[in-house]
Structures are given as structure tokens and as C-alpha cells.
């Protein structure tokens, strides 16, 4: 009987089913390929063939769901009849795509006359980084992220659009409207250091709604000279009308060093073909290995003991760790009809693969808004950040830099340097296993060294806007970026290179920055006719900016251990100070043609209190135009079609205050009589703003219903009056002077492919790919006109070799000595060794000139997969790991002639043939001196730079818990790369952010691959 009635209500249910078929069009009639057919509330569903045409089977009285990308869905009711044809219309949300611009300005994206590219926060929570701007890597079309190997938080050097000018540096990072200090804390050199992070890094990706990429000049004019290298807005997430909402996030990843070595291990430790048989000679060749052929032979060490002949090929496995990474954050928001909050806690506890060291990071951040009648809006925000940096890594230089292990004899274990102090001293000295001092064992460093960096920061902001009319506000804005940051570094007791093994204080500092933002704006929307409106906006900007440092140090410490200002026998002290201001007016003046024409203008006239009072004043104005000629076209393929063109000036002034006057200082006394002295660099009473100018045209295509998109953009820029340092004879009494004197010439090509390549029911794949194509000259140094000028800029610790700007070339170039040639044939000295050609050459710049990334997206059912590829061309890299390598001996080329010399193929200054054998070791590491030009290597790479495989739970599994979603995903960084061009190294290593050094490469920290989990709950 049961079956009989279950059988029957299954008929009832079918009978009462409708076959029903149509056609689907867009609203010009054309047929759409792809439209998803689904009967809500169910599993069935279809799409719609090459025709248009559908077919599916529904009940009476329900609902059937048409959908496709670029048009807004449409329900249909299901009745009698049989056959519904359905006509969709273009989505409005697509065709009025809201782009945030300068100012905190909102505008429809057909509108704007210039680049912007927005990056979804989303796309930076699952396989994040530690400092955030990493996560923009490969995903903007002329944005350029180089990371720094120095740790956990480490600075970004970002580009927009290449060197715009000599000292380009990051674009001006903007939080919620508020300009943000984005200062690199300290960097390392030649002589080494560490990087103690950005402003960037200090802020929790789990906040950001998204980041909107302003690349022009024209796009960026509104916020004056520091926004000549481009901007960065970041929005942070805010609450939603409805009830309480919290989401919860988990992220956990493990991180691993990537050996990118290839070393020579057929020959062992020692000197001159002969392994050690002392400790001494041990001792000599810590680092160096030109010994015999390895044999497996007992050979003694620098500790006395003796250990196998044999090569050892896991030092950097095992002396760098297992890092980890885990994040928790929590946000609560909610929203009614006049306002809404959200309120967010993060905490990162971070153990970077260097033992000792890792990052602790706490963040809260509060935003809300709330509507007091009908015309006044208050928006608040608050973001506090509590930063610690245990140990933060030295990098480039020797001393207290553990990176070192990386350049180990080929059969040294790095565990014979264990604990790397003497645990029988009262003073514990430092166990040395090589004759250079300054070189620390890494052990010593990891178990005794402190390097701890703090920041205490809190951006703050509140935005008043009141609506005067219906189409006329008055907003006013106040931004506070207040950042307290220590600093304690110190010398350990029983350091090799410290007097007396004593150590000593190195850095006990304070200092306090303090960025002020406060901007009054009035604006409006005003309707000429039916066909004309204008939107305008005038206003004014108050910048203030304050930094104080104050530091003390000394030495040697009297108590062992005790790191104290107290125990040293000598005090050392330092203070430093400066404050600018720079005061703004601006307008902006968009006049609208029928929504498809819009030309807008801006200027602005900032004065620069670090000018001369005679020319501290400069006005910029920028043009742009758009014209949306989707309409006018009417194109069956084209969705939707844009061209824009503008013209812009902007402006900078010097990086410091303070350069056109002299200062004294009191000095230290003699013999009771107190000394003064004043500065190095000559006072430069002439100083003026400097000037970018840019041009730049560009479009936008989207073809097949949105399905495939286009966005081109071509600009060329010059700046003009670059302020540079000029050196100066030291007969002058100064050695240096401020000269406004440079020119920099850049142009370039930025392609934007996006497109739908799979869209059924269930599977969706979306792809985008970017490139980016750079042309840099510099066109003028130091306004001599002459052709031979050059910039020197940075340079690695061997210090044969540099990078420098050079007059109708690219910059940076690597400057390096090649070989002397004589017709063709390599110059050798007496001895057979190759000689130097004395003058250094350019060799190529250390910039890209192509870059770009490929990012694809794959939903499925509930699962989805993303992947991005990114790629760099056309740099070259001054590695000071080939310079080391090959000088000891670990370098593969080194094993020619290791038995027999080494013979070149060369010719003597007189033109005769070469007849001398140089031997091995004498041979390689005079070449290494003398031809840095050996360490110029192709910085070419292609990565896999990230993939998250994710899952979505339904609801229902939780049964009556409170969730509204889940999603778990594996995720990875930095996992593969594909491609690269040079031997033992990460093409993108390097020591230092800062352009001064762009490209160098040597003693940081291995590159590394990170994996791990995402679990994201909504409730």
C-alpha cells in the first residue's frame, strides 16, 4: 500500500511537470550563447545552445532563473504556456562600475579618463604574505613588487610604470581617504644591516575590501608631490545593513628555504689543491674550498676533531628551519538604515626559518558610520597596530649576518659550528671557524644575537560630510598616522670581532613619527540640460609631518650578558629631528556630455616649507578625457568600448628638510673648550619643485556580453629639475649640494586581457593576463650637458662593482669590469691571469623592461582553484653569491684546472699567445677580483607564484549551528619557478628595497615556499 501511494505521488508530481523551451536573446535580439537555465529550489538546470535556444521541464508555479555574466538575472514564473522566450538586459551594476579615485573620490568607470586597476582583498587573505604589498605581485599591469630576503615583514620596493625619477620610491599609500607613512625603517648596504620593514607591512590583509591601483599621473594629481611615483587606495571592509555578522578567519602555513645551489662537490676544504692537516690550516680554509678531491678520508677540523673527507649537501636544509605562520582574526559588524559598524581583531604569530627570529603582530580595526538626519554623515576609522620583530636577520655584510652557512667548505657540516660559543668561558666566546673575524658563526648568531624592532601605530581618521543641497556637500576630513617605534641592538658578550669579546651596546632607540592630514572639500553635481552636467569640487589640504629620534649606546659591557645602558664602560649619543608642512588648494571639473563624453581638469598649488621662501610655490594642472562610444557603435559583438587620453603635471620637493640653510652643531670639548661644526652638503638657497609630466592614451574593450575584456594604456613621462646630490670639490669646504639638475625620460605599454573561457551550470573559469612593456632613459645628471655623466647609487660588499644612473641609458645600470681585449682575444698578465679593463661599463639595468602575471580562477560545483603565474624580462642582477662562490671555490666553473691549471686562451699585451698555466686556486680568485663583470647575471624568471585549492561546506552539514557559510582551502606561495637564467640563486633576491640597490643580490636570507591551510566561518 505504501509503495502504491508513493508510486502514485511520484506520477502526480511528474504530471504536473511542464516541458517548456525558448530562445534567449540580448536586448538587441541577438542570441546568447551559455545562458545558465535553472529551476530554483532544485538540481535541474541546462544552458542555452549556439542559437540561443533552451529546453527544460518545471512544475507549475515555479521558478525558473536565467543568468549570465553582464546582465542582470531574470525569474520567470512558470504557467501554461510551453514556450517562454526571455530578453536580458546588460547588468546596470557592470555598465555603472564605481571606481574609487583621488581623495576618497567616487566615480562610474566609464567616466575616468586614465589607468586604474582595483585588486579585491580576497584575492591577499588565503596565500598571504607578511607584508601585504607582496600579495599584489603579478596582478596589476605596471605594477613592479620586489621583496626584500630580510625576514618576516620585510620593506617592498614597488614601482608604478618603472623609474620615474631618480629616487623613485613607493607610491603614496592612502587608507580609507587618509595618506599613510610608508617610510622604510632601515635597510641594509654594502656594510651591511637589516630590514626593519615598511608602512605597508604593518597592516592586516583580512581588513582590506580592496586596493585600487591609481597609475597615472592624471589619475594621482590631486594628492600633489608625493603621489608623483602613483597611489595605492586601500579600502577596509565595513558592516552591512542587517543583523550581526561575524566572520572568522584561520590561516596556518609552513615555510621552507629553496635552495637554488648547485655547487661543485668533487673537491673539498684547503688551499692550493691540499686539504687541512691542522687545525690551523683548517682554520685558514673554513670557507674555501680548493683542497683535493674528496675521499672520505678522516680529516681534522678548526675545532680539533676530526670528520669524514665528504661532501655534505644539507647544510641549508639543516640549519634553517621549518618556519610557520598562523593567523587568527575575528571582525563583528552590523548595519541599520542610518549607520553600521565593523569591528576586527587580528593576532599573527610568526617563526621565521632563521631560529630566534620570527614576527608577533596584534591588530584592531574599527570603522564605522552613522547618519545624524537627513544630510549629515560621520565616518569613523581606527587601526592599531602592535609590531615586534624578534632578531631581525643581518643581511649583505659579514658580521652577525648567519647567512654565511650558505658559503660552508664543501665538506664542512654545519653541526661541527654548533653551539657556535664556547660554553666553558665565563664569557662564552664565539667559536670561530674561519680566519676572518668579522665573519660570525651563524650558530653564535642565531643563539646569542639581538636585533628586536618594535612599533607601536595607530591611523586614525574622521570624515564629516554634510549635504548642503540635493547636489551640493561640504566634507571635511582629519587624519592622524601616529607610529612610536624601539629599536635594541646590541654586540653579544663573547663576539670575535669586539674588543676583548665584550660586545656592547649597539642601538637603544626611540622615535616617533607623526603624519597629519587635514583636507576641507566643497563639491557638487550640477544638470546644465538634459545632455550637459559638470560635477566640480574645490579644496585645500594641510600635511604635516614630525619625526624625533633619540638614541644611546656604548661599550664594552662590564657584566657579561647584562645588555644594559647601565654596564658600559662608554656612552655614546644621538638625537635627531625634523618636521615639514606643506599646504594645498585644488580643484577638479568634470564636464559631461550624455554620459559618453566627459573631459575633467584639475589643479593644484602646493607650497613646500622645505623649499626656499622665493620658490616654495607650484601649481600642477591635469586633462583628461573619456569617451564612451558603446552606444554610438552599436556593435553586435561589442559589450562595451571607452577611449581616454590625458595630460598631466605633478611635483616633488627634497626627501629632507632642512638642505637650503646652514646649521651648527656644538661638538665635543678640548681641553674645556667647547667645538662647533656644521654639515658636509653646501646650502642650496635656489631650490625648486621638481616636475613629472605624463602623457597618456588608452581603451577599453569588452566583447562577447563581457566574456572577453581589453584594457590598453600607453604613457610617456618626463620629469624635469630632478633634485639630485651633487658632489663637490672638498677644496669647496663641503663635499656635496643639493641640485635641482635631472631629467628622467620613461614610456611604456600596459596590456589588460581578461575573459570568461568556461561558463555551464557548474563550471566557471576565469582568466586575466597582464604585461607590462618599459622604456627608461635618462636624459640629463647634473645640467652640464655633457654626454659622460654619472650617478653613482649602491654597491655589494666585494665592491668591485656597482650600479650607477648613467646619461642616455636606462637606469640603473650595473657597472662592472670586463676583460681586456686585444683583436678579439682575451689580455693576460705575465703570469697567464686575465687583466681588468680599468674602466668600469654599463652592463645593463637592473629594472625589468617586460613584466606581468597570469592569474586564472576555476569554480566547480563547490569547489574552486586559483593559480597565478608570474614573469620578469630584462634585467640584469650584480650577484655577490657568483663573486663568493667562485672566489671559494663552490662555483662550478672553478672545476676546470684543478688538476692541471688553468691555461687562457688569451694573448699577452705584446699580441703573443698565452703560454702560462695558472694554477686552480690563484687563477679563479683573481678572476673574481679583477672581472666583477663575471657577476653580472639575467634577472629573466617565470614563477608559479600562487595556487589555493578551496572547498565550501554547506550550511546544512552544521545542522543547527549558527553558520552561514564555510570554505577551507590549501594554499601555497611562491611554490615553483618555471623558468630562470641564473646559477644558485633566486633571480629576485636581494638585500635591500631601496632603488639605490636595486638588483644587488648576495648573504640574505634564503628565498622561501610557503603551504598551508585557509579556514574561513561566517555566522
Same mark, same amino acid.
Request: net charge positive; proline share 3%.
Given at each position: 500500500?505504501?509503495?502504491?501511494?508513493?508510486?502514485?505521488?511520484?506520477?502526480?508530481?511528474?504530471?504536473?511537470?511542464?516541458?517548456?523551451?525558448?530562445?534567449?536573446?540580448?536586448?538587441?535580439?541577438?542570441?546568447?550563447?551559455?545562458?545558465?537555465?535553472?529551476?530554483?529550489?532544485?538540481?535541474?538546470?541546462?544552458?542555452?545552445?549556439?542559437?540561443?535556444?533552451?529546453?527544460?521541464?518545471?512544475?507549475?508555479?515555479?521558478?525558473?532563473?536565467?543568468?549570465?555574466?553582464?546582465?542582470?538575472?531574470?525569474?520567470?514564473?512558470?504557467?501554461?504556456?510551453?514556450?517562454?522566450?526571455?530578453?536580458?538586459?546588460?547588468?546596470?551594476?557592470?555598465?555603472?562600475?564605481?571606481?574609487?579615485?583621488?581623495?576618497?573620490?567616487?566615480?562610474?568607470?566609464?567616466?575616468?579618463?586614465?589607468?586604474?586597476?582595483?585588486?579585491?582583498?580576497?584575492?591577499?587573505?588565503?596565500?598571504?604574505?607578511?607584508?601585504?604589498?607582496?600579495?599584489?605581485?603579478?596582478?596589476?599591469?605596471?605594477?613592479?613588487?620586489?621583496?626584500?630576503?630580510?625576514?618576516?615583514?620585510?620593506?617592498?620596493?614597488?614601482?608604478?610604470?618603472?623609474?620615474?625619477?631618480?629616487?623613485?620610491?613607493?607610491?603614496?599609500?592612502?587608507?580609507?581617504?587618509?595618506?599613510?607613512?610608508?617610510?622604510?625603517?632601515?635597510?641594509?648596504?654594502?656594510?651591511?644591516?637589516?630590514?626593519?620593514?615598511?608602512?605597508?607591512?604593518?597592516?592586516?590583509?583580512?581588513?582590506?575590501?580592496?586596493?585600487?591601483?591609481?597609475?597615472?599621473?592624471?589619475?594621482?594629481?590631486?594628492?600633489?608631490?608625493?603621489?608623483?611615483?602613483?597611489?595605492?587606495?586601500?579600502?577596509?571592509?565595513?558592516?552591512?545593513?542587517?543583523?550581526?555578522?561575524?566572520?572568522?578567519?584561520?590561516?596556518?602555513?609552513?615555510?621552507?628555504?629553496?635552495?637554488?645551489?648547485?655547487?661543485?662537490?668533487?673537491?673539498?676544504?684547503?688551499?692550493?689543491?691540499?686539504?687541512?692537516?691542522?687545525?690551523?690550516?683548517?682554520?685558514?680554509?673554513?670557507?674555501?674550498?680548493?683542497?683535493?678531491?674528496?675521499?672520505?678520508?678522516?680529516?681534522?677540523?678548526?675545532?680539533?676533531?676530526?670528520?669524514?673527507?665528504?661532501?655534505?649537501?644539507?647544510?641549508?636544509?639543516?640549519? =634553517?628551519?621549518?618556519?610557520?605562520?598562523?593567523?587568527?582574526?575575528?571582525?563583528?559588524?552590523?548595519?541599520?538604515?542610518?549607520?553600521?559598524?565593523?569591528?576586527?581583531?587580528?593576532?599573527?604569530?610568526?617563526?621565521?626559518?632563521?631560529?630566534?627570529?620570527?614576527?608577533?603582530?596584534?591588530?584592531?580595526?574599527?570603522?564605522?558610520?552613522?547618519?545624524?538626519?537627513?544630510?549629515?554623515?560621520?565616518?569613523?576609522?581606527?587601526?592599531?597596530?602592535?609590531?615586534?620583530?624578534?632578531?631581525?636577520?643581518?643581511?649583505?655584510?659579514?658580521?652577525?649576518?648567519?647567512?654565511?652557512?650558505?658559503?660552508?667548505?664543501?665538506?664542512?657540516?654545519?653541526?661541527?659550528?654548533?653551539?657556535?660559543?664556547?660554553?666553558?668561558?665565563?664569557?662564552?666566546?664565539?667559536?670561530?671557524?674561519?680566519?676572518?673575524?668579522?665573519?660570525?658563526?651563524?650558530?653564535?648568531?642565531?643563539?646569542?644575537?639581538?636585533?628586536?624592532?618594535?612599533?607601536?601605530?595607530?591611523?586614525?581618521?574622521?570624515?564629516?560630510?554634510?549635504?548642503?543641497?540635493?547636489?551640493?556637500?561640504?566634507?571635511?576630513?582629519?587624519?592622524?598616522?601616529?607610529?612610536?617605534?624601539?629599536?635594541?641592538?646590541?654586540?653579544?658578550?663573547?663576539?670575535?670581532?669586539?674588543?676583548?669579546?665584550?660586545?656592547?651596546?649597539?642601538?637603544?632607540?626611540?622615535?616617533?613619527?607623526?603624519?597629519?592630514?587635514?583636507?576641507?572639500?566643497?563639491?557638487?553635481?550640477?544638470?546644465?540640460?538634459?545632455?550637459?552636467?559638470?560635477?566640480?569640487?574645490?579644496?585645500?589640504?594641510?600635511? !604635516?609631518?614630525? =619625526?624625533?629620534?633619540?638614541?644611546?649606546?656604548?661599550?664594552?659591557?662590564?657584566?657579561?650578558?647584562?645588555?644594559?645602558?647601565?654596564?658600559?664602560?662608554?656612552?655614546?649619543?644621538?638625537?635627531?629631528?625634523?618636521?615639514?608642512?606643506?599646504?594645498?588648494?585644488?580643484?577638479?571639473?568634470?564636464?559631461?556630455?550624455?554620459?559618453?563624453?566627459?573631459?575633467?581638469?584639475?589643479?593644484? =598649488?602646493?607650497?613646500?616649507?622645505?623649499?626656499?621662501?622665493?620658490?616654495?610655490?607650484?601649481?600642477?594642472?591635469?586633462?583628461?578625457?573619456?569617451?564612451?562610444?558603446?552606444?554610438?557603435?552599436?556593435?553586435?559583438?561589442?559589450?562595451?568600448?571607452?577611449?581616454?587620453?590625458?595630460?598631466?603635471?605633478?611635483?616633488?620637493?627634497?626627501?629632507?628638510?632642512?638642505?637650503?640653510?646652514?646649521?651648527?652643531?656644538?661638538?665635543?670639548?678640548?681641553?674645556?673648550?667647547?667645538?662647533?661644526?656644521?654639515?658636509?652638503?653646501?646650502?642650496?638657497?635656489?631650490?625648486?619643485?621638481?616636475?613629472?609630466?605624463?602623457?597618456?592614451?588608452?581603451?577599453?574593450?569588452?566583447?562577447?556580453?563581457?566574456?572577453?575584456?581589453?584594457?590598453?594604456?600607453?604613457?610617456?613621462?618626463?620629469?624635469?629639475?630632478?633634485?639630485?646630490?651633487?658632489?663637490?670639490?672638498?677644496?669647496?669646504? =663641503?663635499?656635496?649640494?643639493?641640485?635641482?639638475?635631472?631629467?628622467?625620460?620613461?614610456?611604456?605599454?600596459?596590456?589588460?586581457?581578461?575573459?570568461?573561457?568556461?561558463?555551464?551550470?557548474?563550471? !566557471?573559469?576565469?582568466?586575466?593576463?597582464?604585461?607590462?612593456?618599459?622604456?627608461?632613459?635618462?636624459?640629463?645628471?647634473?645640467?652640464?650637458?655633457?654626454?659622460?655623466?654619472?650617478?653613482?647609487?649602491?654597491?655589494?660588499?666585494?665592491?668591485?662593482?656597482?650600479?650607477?644612473?648613467? !646619461?642616455?641609458?636606462?637606469?640603473?645600470?650595473?657597472?662592472?669590469?670586463?676583460?681586456?681585449?686585444?683583436?678579439?682575444?682575451?689580455?693576460?698578465?705575465?703570469?697567464?691571469?686575465?687583466?681588468?679593463?680599468?674602466?668600469?661599463?654599463?652592463?645593463?639595468?637592473?629594472?625589468?623592461?617586460?613584466?606581468?602575471?597570469?592569474?586564472?580562477?576555476?569554480?566547480?560545483?563547490?569547489?574552486?582553484?586559483?593559480?597565478?603565474?608570474?614573469?620578469?624580462?630584462?634585467?640584469?642582477?650584480?650577484?655577490?653569491?657568483?663573486?663568493?662562490?667562485?672566489?671559494?671555490?663552490?662555483?662550478?666553473?672553478?672545476?676546470?684546472?684543478?688538476?692541471?691549471?688553468?691555461?687562457?686562451?688569451?694573448?699577452?699585451?705584446?699580441?703573443?699567445?698565452?703560454?702560462?698555466?695558472?694554477?686552480?686556486?690563484?687563477?679563479?680568485?683573481?678572476?673574481?677580483?679583477?672581472?666583477?663583470?663575471?657577476?653580472?647575471?639575467?634577472?629573466?624568471?617565470?614563477?608559479?607564484?600562487?595556487?589555493?585549492?578551496?572547498?565550501?561546506? !554547506?550550511?546544512?552539514?552544521?545542522?543547527?549551528?549558527?553558520?552561514?557559510?564555510?570554505?577551507?582551502?590549501?594554499?601555497?606561495?611562491?611554490?615553483?619557478?618555471?623558468?630562470?637564467?641564473?646559477?644558485?640563486?633566486?633571480?629576485?633576491?636581494?638585500?635591500?628595497?631601496?632603488?639605490?640597490?636595486?638588483?644587488?643580490?648576495?648573504?640574505?636570507?634564503?628565498?622561501?615556499?610557503?603551504?598551508?591551510?585557509?579556514?574561513?566561518?561566517?555566522?
Amino acid at each position: 500500500m505504501m509503495s502504491f501511494l508513493v508510486t502514485l505521488m511520484a506520477v502526480q508530481s511528474y504530471a504536473q511537470d511542464v516541458a517548456i523551451k525558448g530562445k534567449v536573446t540580448d536586448d538587441t535580439g541577438s542570441p546568447i550563447y551559455g545562458v545558465n537555465v535553472a529551476v530554483k529550489g532544485t538540481t535541474k538546470g541546462t544552458i542555452t545552445d549556439s542559437n540561443g535556444d533552451y529546453s527544460i521541464s518545471a512544475a507549475k508555479g515555479s521558478t525558473v532563473i536565467f543568468s549570465y555574466i553582464g546582465f542582470a538575472a531574470t525569474n520567470v514564473v512558470i504557467g501554461n504556456a510551453s514556450t517562454v522566450n526571455i530578453s536580458l538586459k546588460p547588468d546596470a551594476s557592470i555598465l555603472n562600475e564605481v571606481v574609487v579615485t583621488a581623495l576618497g573620490i567616487s566615480k562610474e568607470a566609464r567616466k575616468v579618463g586614465y589607468a586604474v586597476t582595483t585588486v579585491s582583498g580576497d584575492q591577499m587573505i588565503k596565500a598571504r604574505e607578511t607584508n601585504v604589498a607582496y600579495s599584489m605581485a603579478g596582478r596589476v599591469a605596471g605594477l613592479n613588487i620586489s621583496g626584500t630576503n630580510g625576514g618576516s615583514g620585510s620593506s617592498a620596493r614597488i614601482l608604478l610604470r618603472g623609474m620615474a625619477s631618480f629616487g623613485a620610491s613607493s607610491p603614496l599609500i592612502v587608507l580609507n581617504g587618509v595618506p599613510i607613512d610608508n617610510t622604510q625603517r632601515g635597510s641594509s648596504g654594502e656594510w651591511g644591516g637589516s630590514d626593519n620593514g615598511d608602512g605597508i607591512s604593518n597592516l592586516n590583509p583580512d581588513d582590506i575590501e580592496n586596493m585600487s591601483v591609481l597609475k597615472g599621473a592624471s589619475a594621482s594629481a590631486l594628492y600633489g608631490a608625493r603621489a608623483a611615483n602613483g597611489v595605492i587606495l586601500i579600502t577596509t571592509k565595513s558592516g552591512k545593513k542587517g543583523k550581526m555578522a561575524i566572520d572568522y578567519n584561520l590561516n596556518t602555513v609552513a615555510e621552507q628555504a629553496i635552495n637554488f645551489t648547485d655547487y661543485q662537490y668533487e673537491y673539498g676544504q684547503g688551499l692550493n689543491g691540499k686539504r687541512p692537516d691542522n687545525v690551523t690550516s683548517a682554520l685558514n680554509s673554513g670557507m674555501l674550498s680548493w683542497g683535493e678531491k674528496l675521499d672520505g678520508k678522516s680529516t681534522i677540523q678548526f675545532d680539533g676533531k676530526s670528520y669524514p673527507y665528504s661532501a655534505v649537501k644539507d647544510n641549508m636544509k639543516n640549519f =634553517y628551519r621549518t618556519g610557520s605562520s598562523i593567523t587568527n582574526s575575528i571582525s563583528l559588524s552590523s548595519g541599520t538604515e542610518t549607520g553600521s559598524f565593523r569591528l576586527s581583531l587580528a593576532n599573527l604569530n610568526n617563526n621565521s626559518i632563521l631560529r630566534n627570529s620570527g614576527l608577533t603582530r596584534r591588530t584592531a580595526n574599527f570603522t564605522g558610520n552613522q547618519k545624524f538626519g537627513k544630510k549629515l554623515t560621520i565616518d569613523l576609522m581606527a587601526n592599531f597596530v602592535d609590531d615586534f620583530n624578534n632578531n631581525k636577520p643581518q643581511l649583505s655584510d659579514g658580521p652577525m649576518n648567519a647567512n654565511n652557512i650558505n658559503f660552508l667548505a664543501t665538506n664542512v657540516s654545519e653541526m661541527a659550528l654548533q653551539p657556535g660559543y664556547n660554553a666553558a668561558l665565563p664569557t662564552g666566546n664565539e667559536i670561530q671557524y674561519n680566519d676572518d673575524i668579522y665573519v660570525t658563526n651563524p650558530w653564535f648568531v642565531v643563539n646569542r644575537y639581538e636585533n628586536d624592532v618594535k612599533r607601536k601605530r595607530m591611523i586614525s581618521a574622521i570624515q564629516g560630510k554634510y549635504d548642503i543641497t540635493k547636489n551640493i556637500y561640504g566634507l571635511v576630513r582629519l587624519g592622524y598616522d601616529y607610529i612610536n617605534d624601539g629599536l635594541f641592538k646590541i654586540t653579544p658578550t663573547g663576539t670575535a670581532y669586539s674588543g676583548g669579546n665584550a660586545g656592547g651596546l649597539d642601538d637603544l632607540a626611540k622615535s616617533t613619527t607623526i603624519e597629519m592630514n587635514a583636507d576641507a572639500i566643497l563639491g557638487g553635481t550640477f544638470k546644465i540640460n538634459d545632455d550637459f552636467g559638470i560635477d566640480a569640487l574645490a579644496g585645500g589640504t594641510i600635511r !604635516k609631518n614630525e =619625526y624625533d629620534r633619540v638614541k644611546i649606546g656604548g661599550g664594552p659591557f662590564v657584566i657579561p650578558f647584562f645588555y644594559s645602558p647601565f654596564n658600559v664602560l662608554n656612552f655614546n649619543r644621538d638625537y635627531s629631528y625634523a618636521k615639514k608642512q606643506a599646504n594645498s588648494g585644488y580643484y577638479s571639473l568634470d564636464f559631461n556630455y550624455k554620459n559618453m563624453l566627459i573631459l575633467s581638469t584639475t589643479g593644484r =598649488y602646493d607650497a613646500f616649507s622645505t623649499l626656499p621662501t622665493s620658490n616654495q610655490g607650484i601649481f600642477t594642472p591635469s586633462f583628461s578625457l573619456s569617451y564612451d562610444f558603446t552606444e554610438a557603435l552599436k556593435m553586435d559583438k561589442l559589450t562595451y568600448g571607452k577611449l581616454r587620453a590625458s595630460y598631466a603635471v605633478v611635483s616633488g620637493e627634497p626627501l629632507s628638510p632642512y638642505s637650503t640653510s646652514q646649521y651648527y652643531s656644538v661638538g665635543s670639548a678640548i681641553q674645556g673648550i667647547t667645538t662647533g661644526s656644521f654639515g658636509g652638503s653646501l646650502p642650496n638657497l635656489f631650490l625648486k619643485p621638481f616636475t613629472l609630466t605624463e602623457f597618456e592614451v588608452g581603451t577599453e574593450l569588452k566583447f562577447y556580453k563581457n566574456r572577453l575584456g581589453i584594457d590598453l594604456a600607453y604613457f610617456n613621462r618626463k620629469t624635469n629639475n630632478e633634485i639630485i646630490n651633487g658632489s663637490l670639490s672638498e677644496a669647496t669646504g =663641503y663635499s656635496s649640494q643639493l641640485i635641482g639638475t635631472g631629467s628622467t625620460q620613461n614610456s611604456g605599454l600596459e596590456v589588460l586581457l581578461t575573459g570568461v573561457l568556461v561558463e555551464t551550470k557548474d563550471l !566557471k573559469w576565469t582568466s586575466s593576463l597582464n604585461f607590462t612593456n618599459i622604456k627608461n632613459k635618462i636624459l640629463e645628471i647634473n645640467g652640464s650637458g655633457s654626454e659622460n655623466q654619472q650617478l653613482g647609487m649602491g654597491t655589494y660588499r666585494p665592491l668591485n662593482a656597482n650600479i650607477a644612473i648613467i !646619461k642616455g641609458m636606462p637606469g640603473p645600470q650595473v657597472m662592472a669590469n670586463d676583460y681586456t681585449y686585444l683583436n678579439g682575444k682575451i689580455v693576460v698578465d705575465a703570469s697567464g691571469i686575465p687583466v681588468q679593463n680599468g674602466t668600469r661599463t654599463a652592463m645593463g639595468s637592473v629594472l625589468p623592461k617586460v613584466y606581468g602575471g597570469l592569474n586564472n580562477e576555476v569554480s566547480y560545483k563547490n569547489f574552486n582553484l586559483s593559480f597565478l603565474i608570474d614573469y620578469r624580462f630584462g634585467n640584469k642582477i650584480l650577484s655577490a653569491t657568483n663573486y663568493y662562490t667562485t672566489f671559494r671555490g663552490l662555483n662550478q666553473i672553478t672545476l676546470e684546472g684543478r688538476e692541471t691549471g688553468v691555461k687562457v686562451d688569451g694573448v699577452t699585451a705584446d699580441g703573443q699567445a698565452n703560454t702560462k698555466s695558472v694554477p686552480a686556486q690563484t687563477y679563479y680568485q683573481n678572476l673574481a677580483r679583477r672581472i666583477s663583470a663575471l657577476n653580472v647575471l639575467d634577472g629573466d624568471f617565470i614563477k608559479l607564484r600562487q595556487v589555493t585549492l578551496g572547498y565550501s561546506i !554547506k550550511p546544512s552539514v552544521f545542522g543547527r549551528l549558527p553558520i552561514k557559510s564555510a570554505e577551507i582551502s590549501i594554499v601555497g606561495r611562491n611554490l615553483l619557478t618555471l623558468f630562470k637564467k641564473s646559477d644558485n640563486i633566486d633571480p629576485e633576491a636581494g638585500f635591500s628595497s631601496l632603488i639605490n640597490y636595486a638588483g644587488i643580490e648576495g648573504n640574505s636570507l634564503p628565498s622561501t615556499r610557503t603551504y598551508g591551510l585557509n579556514l574561513n566561518v561566517k555566522f
